[in-house]
């Protein structure tokens, strides 16, 4: 499964759409959206209980694409529990829905997206990049309350497996979001869980990636695409370096093998950092800071048709891609280590060739023409959006909890069965989740931000 700017707000470009009954939130909506202290105060009760928006500059379609992010995760797990599968006329087209654990991919690549933008204005600009330190507490204050918080409910419930040395060891990895470098203790206390370690060691590079592209390009977009492109090119590097070091570790000197293996563990981890993923990312949300500062760019007829081949682009990828990562049971999310040889060029560009198919869906998003827009922009589609972290935290867990006291027969009632606590438990519990933790710490960031440090970036919810 994100980030604040140091830059003044502005307008946004794109035609919003019809404005759903989630209001955008203006600068003042954390006031205007705290608690109702009187109970008779209907309209104060509506502005509490809708989730909070993302300023005055949202881009309604990223909240339908986040949403679409964590329902996909969301089905893979209810029908994996439920061991769906799905033949039409003999053949298997389970690969139709197997496709969606990738949606954890969706997270990254809107990561990236969102959180590029700030210093892609900067670099425009030839402005200072923004604050470091203020970029990690916002980040802080975004992802870890509500992963604490379900973490700490998580094991708890599990207290007799934790409440050993190796059980203690493995809390202490999960709360220092370390935890897909032990491959034994990555996506052991709940599966998503291991996307917050790579999100977070994400969070703690971006600024050092974000100078390095700066002093490279000095203010020329075609050298901030290219300092992108190398970001890359050194994550399939990595990839191809680890695959190597892990196929001849026998050939290599055995004082070395430790400290190779930490290494390993530390720049590519139990199944990789996914830097291409969000580079993919950081790439569109430079295309599309770019576009945003030409006049019309964004709603011109060119910009439209490269939304819809965009759109297309990612449908293709979808229907050519989702077979293979089928037949491998989506190795490319596997553990790493168990995987991956240097020569399997299908698995060291995997995450490139998912990222690509969501960079193009994220930018034809907001580039295709309303009616293809429309449906990121949907009014329900943006509520689960907005509420998209919690749900992801959740949802696994709820499943797990409830499934197995379901005692269904049939193939397709069971996973009806598990789909429909995700969808009418799981959503409804995000919600909670969302009001009670997450929604304090939203206000209490907008609130002690610096006036200075004021914009309307949206923040993504890690893949989460």
Known sequence: ?????????????LPTARRPRLEAATSAQPREASFPRDWRDWQAWRRWLRPLGSGSGEIAALDGLRALA?????????MSVAGAKT???????????????SGVDLFFTL???????????????????????????????????????????????????YATRVGAENILAHLVLLHDIAPAFNRTISGPFWTLAVEWQFYLVLPLIAWAVARFSQGSP??????????IAVALALREVDALLAVNRAALP???????????????GSQGKYLEVFGIGMLCGLIYTVLKRRAGALTSPR???????????????????????????????????????????????????????????TLGALLAPRLLRAPFEWWPL???????????????????????????????ERGVAALAIGLLVAIPFAYVSYQLVERPFLRWRHSSRPRAEASPAIAVEPGL
Request: aromatic fraction near 14%; proline fraction near 5%; charged fraction near 10%.
């Open 222 to 231: 075609r050298r901030m695409v290219v300092g992108v492109l190398g970001v």
């Open 254 to 268: 055995a004082a070395f093998a430790p400290w190779i293996d930490l290494a390993q563990r530390v720049v590519i």
């Open 382 to 412: 943006r509520f689960v959006g907005l509420i998209s972290y919690s749900l992801y935290l959740w949802h696994e867990s709820l499943i797990n909890l409830i499934y197995p006291h379901l005692h269904i027969a049939g193939g397709v």
């Open 303 to 361: 910009a439209r048709l490269a939304g819809v081949a965009l759109l297309a682009l990612s449908l293709g990828v979808y229907l050519l891609y989702a077979p293979q990562v089928y037949e491998r049971h989506n190795a490319i999310l596997a553990q790493f280590y168990l995987a991956l040889r240097p020569t399997d060029i299908e698995m060291i560009t995997g995450p490139l060739v998912l990222g690509i198919g969501y960079g193009a869906l």
């Open 1 to 13: 499964m994100t980030q604040g700017s140091p830059v003044a707000p502005v307008p946004e470009v």
């Open 87 to 101: 033949f039409i006329a003999g053949h298997d087209f389970t690969w139709l829905y197997f496709y969606t654990e």
């Open 111 to 161: 990561s990236g997206f969102l959180l590029f933008l700030p210093y892609a204005r900067a670099m425009l600009d030839q402005r200072a990049l923004p604050s470091a330190r203020e970029f990690y507490r916002r980040r802080a204050l975004r992802i870890l309350p509500a992963y604490y918080v379900c973490l700490a409910v998580v094991a708890l419930a599990q207290w007799n497996t």
């Open 70 to 78: 964590a329902l996909s995760v969301l089905v893979y797990h209810a």
